[in-house]
Structure formats: C-alpha cells, structure tokens
C-alpha cells in the first residue's frame, strides 16, 4: 500500500517535470510547429472569361463582389475603430454600432466578416480608408446580360461556377483559369482566418471567347421562332443558320428557351438543344440526297420526263401519295413541286450502295462534330439491313434519323459548291488582356458533291421557292433557293397523326451567304413546311438581309429596276431619289432600319437620342444597354413611341411604348 500511494504521489511529479522540461527546453521548436501546422492555405478563385458574339458585346461575364473581413488584432486599428465604424455605416446603411457589436462579440480573437457582396467602387473606397487589419475578398458570380438570349448556345453554370451546358461546359477549362491561393491560419475548431501580409498567390484568370454568333441577328432569329411558335401552336422549334462558304454557325435558337441565370427554374424540356439532340425523319428536305446522286450517276438529267401519274403509285405492295396529280413533269419540277411518286420512280432503279454512299457523303449517319456538348449523331441503316422498300422510302425522307444541324449542313454543302464544311460556333479565344491566343479556321470535310451537279440542282431549288411548295418562303429583291419538308412522327405502335414540319435553304442563290432550317414539331394550325415554316424563314431572312451591306445595296437595285418606267424623266435631279423612295417597301424599310441599329451598336457612343420607332422593343433595348443607358418599357412588340425624341441630348434613362399592351 505504502508503495502504490507513493507511486501515486511521484506521478504528477514526474508529469511536471516533463512539461517543464518542455516549456523550457523545447518551446521555440514546439510553437514553430504548432504554427506550422495551423498554417493552411485557401483557394482564391479566378476570373471566369466573358463570352462576346462577333462584334464584341458581351454575352456572358463574371461580376466581382468582395467580402470585407477585419483583424482588430493588428497594431493601430484601436485608433482607427470609430473611424472604421462610421465609413462602414455610409458605405453599407447600417448603423455604426452594428459593425461595434459585431466586432466586440466576435467568436474569433483575430478574424470577423463585417460585410459582403461589396461592388468594385465600394471595394476602391475602402481601400482607400487605409485603416490596419481590413482584409477583402473577392468571390465571383456569372451574368448572361441578354437573359435567354442565345440560351442554348451559351449553357449555363453551376452554383461554383462550372460549365453544365452549352459553350460554359464544352470550354469550361478555358473559361475557368487556374485558381490562386491565400496563407490562412485555421484554429483549433478548425475556423479560418485570413492572414494580413499573407503569401499570396495570384489567381490566372480564364480565357475570353469571341462567338461567330451576331447579337442583332440571333434576336431577330429568336423573336421571329417565337412568333412563329404562337402562330402555329408547335410543341417546340428550333431555327439554325450557318456561313455555307466556312461551316461559322451565325445564329441558333430554340423554343421554348430558358434564362441562364436562373437555369434551375426551367425544366429539361426548355433547356433542350433541339437542333442537336433531337432526331427525326426529315420527309422531303431529304430528297436532294437522291435527286443529287441521280443526277451525279447519269440516272436523269434535270430536264427528263418522268411520269408520275395520277399522284399516287404502288412500290413493294405500299402506295405512296402525291398532294395532286401532276402527270408527266420535267425531274426539276419533280423536286421544286416535291413529287414523291416522281422521286421514287427515279431511285428505285438506283444501286442500295450508291445512294448510301451520297447520303453518308453529306453528312448523314454521323455528327457534325459541332463545338457544342450533346448532339447525336443520327440514323442511316447500312444498305444490308434495308428491307424491299426502304430505298423507295429513303428516297422521300423515311427510315432514316436526322438533327436539323445535320440537314443543314448537308444544304450548306448545296450552298458552297458541294464541299461539306464542319460547323463551328467558337472563333476565337483571347488572353484576360485581350491578346488572340486561337482563332478559327474553316474545316473542310469533304467534297460531297462535284460542283457541276450542285449547278444543276440549284434551279430547281429556286423554282420550289418561286412556283413550287415553298412559295411563302419568297423575300422581293432577295433571290431563295430551298426545299421544303414535312413528314408524320412515329410512335409506339406505328406512325401518329402528328407532324414534323420544315423549310431549308439558303440565299442569295446565286452566291449564298446564308444558308437557314427552321423546324417545327407538332405544329397545330397547318402541317405542311411551306405553310408553317416555310413564313418564318421568310421574315428572318428579310430582316437579315438589312444586316448584310451588300444585299441592302443590291435589294435596293433590284427594286429600282423593278419599279422604274420606260418613260421617267433621268434627267431630273431627284429622279433616282424618287425610284428609290417608290422602291422602298415597309419590309424593305425595316430591313434597312435593322442594319442602321446594327450600325449604331457598333460605334463607341451614341453622340443623340437615335430614332428606335418601328423597331422590336427588344433590339431597341439591347441598343441602349449597349451603351449603358437605362430603359423602361410600356408594352413589347415594336417601339411606337419614345421619349426623349429622335435627335435629342442622351439621357440616363429612356421611356419606350410598345404597339401591344403589357
């Protein structure tokens, strides 16, 4: 007993001394330790790169805002506290004894957050306090400055700022940089606090993208899909237009359509990319594949006969129906009036391999490799797996899977001369200073067609636009080559009475620019593409036209010869005046007005208050956020009246009235 109470007694002794030993032997040693392993550092995230269209504006940019956190532990803030306290109250509207309070009952000796969310001049003002201790930290966020514009071509971001869909997902390590970092002391709970004079390590901000995409003209697109989306009561649609000369993608909308600053309010369906992810059977847009190898492989030439009855015909046991009887029609006519019995004939006598071959040559059973996440790649059975009337059926546009990017493309080959190009949305990407660090250049997949036959085909195309199916698809003074589509959607059991309905081509037809597809699914008020898609790439077209100098130059010409007389008066000084204001039509002014908006969006400032009467009060707005300058609207449609008027001083902010109510 005497032996274990003695041990119990030398046991708290022998504990001190070890303790001694080590408070006065090996302190500096151990307290360097503990420092060193309380040090930590923490992320400090990069810039997000901003995303411009074509012309500069930006579509797509990270805001900083600053967190401010204080240190009153660092030698002269007690001197300065009040004076902390009262700038803090004018900058943030709080009362100086809220910051007072916050910093007396702080949980932590050496760190408290005083405030966040500091815009860039508050965080200039305060460091302009220069009071000791403050520590300011920036944290970022993503803005789309046009709201849905361009929507399913820009994506969106996650919470932390990742890419998940569109351009933010397929270059997010891009766009995102590579994060700094900050010395932090993390205490016994694990608490952080920043460290004032800290190492630092400076974050690389990500790169800029500049898109091939136009902001005037992608607006246009997406306001004319919609209308025509009201009009025709479709379950979605979707409208693509490509440079046929270098595979650049000028516009890409959907509807419906989603803002991508608050992706997580819409659902899946709006934030769907249907020119990419979805497939259908694309009827009769695909029967210049067949007209194309017919005329390619000597089968026909344009101006044959071919008899095509009383519009409907039996092949393998099934009948294939015409709108109406056209009798005995020249091949041309076959393709500009959409004769399936006519088409079909032809290419029942073609080899399987052959028109396998054509169809996979322009682009067909495989994707186009477009800069942008989720498209599929479509549908063509290999010629061993065709049943005895899939080659009558391809020959119309059936038993085969498309995205409307794919026929389009497959057009822009029409467009370019036979070569099929690689579409792109991305033309360049730039450094955080703005230097050019990759641009673009045209890819060439291949040649699909000899250019010969592409000359061939073309008449025909501008016959189906001026005499045949697609006539709702004419702009005056701008000449259309297109075709037209409509086919039935198959469902569980067989095909349903629903519809596909679309309209493709491209223009000027005779040195093409632009080639567009507008499709529609389920389209209640009409079926056909002519009737339902066919309008709306009419009043896109004629809208773009007025963005291209050239054809302005050229529509105005065109119509000056139409409308002048054998007997007017040359000689009078306000003569061509005169012809052109006739030639003038209300379409014509609106085109023209467009590309004077585009115009002003390009300069610098604006030196008076422009005319925006006539235009959409969307682009109008977009204008004056061009140039920073507030707007309030009454009504949407387009501007019938503003305030301040045409000519006047520019004000900080402008009233627009819209021609429909709110």
């Not at 059926?393 to 099929?420: C, F, H, K, R, W």
């Not at 009419?538 to 054998?566: K, L, N």
């Not at 109008?620 to 001083?649: C, K, N, S, T, Y």
């Amino acid at each position: 007993m005497y032996v274990l109470l003695t041990l119990l007694v030398l046991a708290p002794v022998a504990v001190g001394v070890q303790v001694g030993g080590l408070y006065l032997g090996d302190r500096a040693e151990l307290r360097s330790a503990g420092e060193r392993q309380a040090s930590s550092f923490v992320d400090l995230p990069a810039l997000r790169g901003a995303v411009t269209d074509q012309a500069g504006r930006v579509l797509a940019v990270n805001t900083t805002r600053y967190d401010l956190a204080l240190d009153p532990t660092q030698p002269g803030f007690d001197a300065q506290a009040e004076r902390l306290y009262a700038n803090l109250a004018r900058l943030t509207g709080r009362s100086a004894a809220y910051y007072r309070r916050r910093v007396a009952q702080r949980s932590s000796r050496q760190y408290v957050a005083l405030t966040r969310n500091l815009a860039e001049d508050q965080r200039t003002a305060v460091e302009g306090w220069e009071i000791p201790g403050l520590i300011l930290e920036p944290t970022f966020s993503r803005r789309f400055n046009y709201g849905t514009t361009a929507a399913h071509v820009l994506g969106h971001v996650s919470a932390d700022g990742t890419g998940l869909a569109g351009l933010e997902a397929q270059y997010n390590d891009a766009l995102r940089g590579e994060p700094g970092r900050r010395a932090v002391k993390r205490d016994r709970r694990n608490h952080v606090r920043a460290v004032v004079g800290g190492a630092v390590v400076e974050p690389k901000h990500g790169e800029s993208l500049v898109l091939t995409i136009d902001l005037v003209r992608q607006t246009i697109m997406e306001e004319e899909l919609q209308q025509g989306m009201q009009e025709t009561g479709a379950r979605w649609g979707t409208a693509i237009a490509m440079d046929p000369r270098t595979g650049a993608i000028l516009g890409m909308a959907n509807q419906p359509t989603y803002d991508p600053n608050r992706a997580s309010a819409f659902g899946t369906r709006a934030r769907r990319n249907y020119a990419l992810t979805d497939r259908m059977e694309p009827g009769s847009t695909f029967k210049v594949v067949g007209a194309a190898a017919a005329i390619e492989q000597g089968l026909i030439s344009m101006q044959d006969s071919v008899e095509t009855g009383d519009g409907w015909a039996v092949f393998h046991g099934r009948t294939m129906r015409d709108i109406r009887a056209y009798g005995t029609i020249t091949f041309e006519d076959v393709l500009a009036k959409s004769s399936n019995v006519g088409m079909a004939r032809i290419l029942r006598q073609m080899d399987r391999g052959v028109f396998y071959q054509y169809a996979r040559n322009l682009g067909f059973g495989q994707p186009t490799w477009i800069d942008l996440p989720g498209e599929v790649g479509g549908t063509l059975r290999r010629p061993a797996a065709w049943s005895g009337t899939s080659l009558t059926s391809l020959s119309i546009g059936y038993e085969v899977d498309v995205t409307p990017l794919q026929v389009l493309s497959a057009y822009s080959a029409l467009a370019n001369g036979g070569t099929l190009m690689q579409p792109f949305v991305l033309a360049e990407r730039r450094s955080v200073t703005g230097a050019s660090l990759w641009k673009a250049e045209p890819t060439v997949i291949r040649q699909a067609l000899k250019p010969e036959t592409v000359e061939a085909l073309r008449p025909a195309l501008i016959k189906a636009v001026e005499e045949g199916t697609a006539t709702r698809a004419q702009v005056e003074g701008l000449s259309i080559a297109g075709k037209t589509g409509t086919a039935r959607k198959a469902g569980a059991g067989g095909y349903t009475g629903a519809y596909r309905s679309s309209f493709v081509g491209f223009f000027p037809a005779d040195d093409p620019v632009v080639a567009m597809i507008v499709v529609l699914d389920e389209p209640q008020s009409h079926s056909y593409g002519g009737v339902v898609a066919a309008p709306i790439f009419q009043r896109i077209a004629e809208r773009w036209a007025g963005t291209f100098p050239e054809q302005v130059d050229q529509r105005r010409a065109a119509r000056a010869a139409a409308h002048a007389t054998p007997d007017a008066d040359d000689t009078a000084p306000d003569a061509s005046s005169a012809v052109r204001t006739a030639a003038l039509t209300p379409a014509a002014e609106a085109a023209s007005a467009a590309a004077d908006l585009d115009a002003l969006a390009r300069q610098d400032s604006l030196t008076a208050m422009p005319d925006l009467r006539g235009h959409s009060t969307r682009a109008a707005l977009h204008l004056l956020w061009q140039h920073g300058i507030d707007a309030r609207v009454d009504g949407h449609g387009r501007v019938e009246a503003q305030q301040p008027a045409p000519g006047a001083a520019v004000p900080q902010t402008v009233t627009l009235t819209g021609t429909r109510s709110p």
